[in-house]
T-cell receptor
């Protein structure tokens, strides 16, 4: 069974600085997808970034980028130039390609951006 | 597009009561999902559907039922509510399979069973 571990329950960062959120996962699958979802106080889950396991290049979306280390089963999220609106819970999630329709979520990291 | 909508936003149930959580999407997505989120935890899949008339159990289906008579709607039924079902419930949809396609989430329903 797949598992996703986020070892940092809470983090804080000053506005405009950079922060990295950690995520590790365990799987025997070779083809899979990894996601970071953001859940602001409004509770709406929003996709931040996605990584296909077969791609070696790390995904980037504006100020958000990942460090995907497939051999180490690590998938960290880097937020550059942090903004107050980045304050939220961040969930790492794992999905397999085809077959199972289940997304496996980590427990989340609560990020606070301080002014 | 409204995306994924859920009603109600909040609900308090007494033990043993039943209710239906409504979910509608207007993106013509084939796949729909129900998750629950307990305090301090990630989301866990309750049920999912790959199209109208087709549903299947997720990780934590006990105490719940679903139906999918149309592409747009995917209601979740709670029978004989128990305190263990106190949670926030999210409905989501995607165009294709979970692994390859983004899931779009509704705003959630906060349910308390007392």
């Amino acid at each position: 069974a797949q598992t996703v571990t986020q070892s940092q329950p809470e983090m804080s960062v000053q506005e405009a600085e950079t922060v990295t959120l950690s995520c590790t996962y365990d799987t025997s699958e070779s083809n899979y997808y990894l996601f970071w979802y953001k859940q602001p106080p409004s509770r709406q889950m929003i996709l931040v970034i996605r990584q296909e396991a077969y791609k070696q290049q790390n995904a980037t979306e504006n100020r958000f980028s990942v460090n995907f280390q497939k051999a180490a089963k690590s998938f960290s999220l880097k937020i550059s130039d942090s903004q107050l609106g980045d304050t939220a819970m961040y969930f790492c999630a794992f999905g397999t390609q085809g077959g199972s329709e289940k997304l496996v979520f980590g427990k989340g990291t609560k990020l606070t951006v301080n002014p | 597009n409204a995306g994924v909508t859920q009603t109600p936003k909040f609900r308090i149930l007494k033990i043993g009561q039943s209710m239906t959580l409504q979910c509608t999407q207007d993106m013509n997505h084939n796949y729909m999902y129900w998750y629950r989120q307990d305090p301090g935890m990630g989301l866990k899949l309750i049920y999912y559907s790959v199209g109208a008339g087709i549903t299947d159990k997720g990780e934590v289906p006990n105490g719940y039922n679903v139906s999918r008579s149309t592409t747009e709607d995917f209601p979740l039924r709670l029978e004989l509510a128990a305190p263990s079902q106190t949670s926030v419930y999210f409905c989501a949809s995607s165009y294709s399979q979970t692994g390859s396609d983004e899931q779009y989430f509704g705003p959630g329903t906060r349910l308390t069973v007392t």
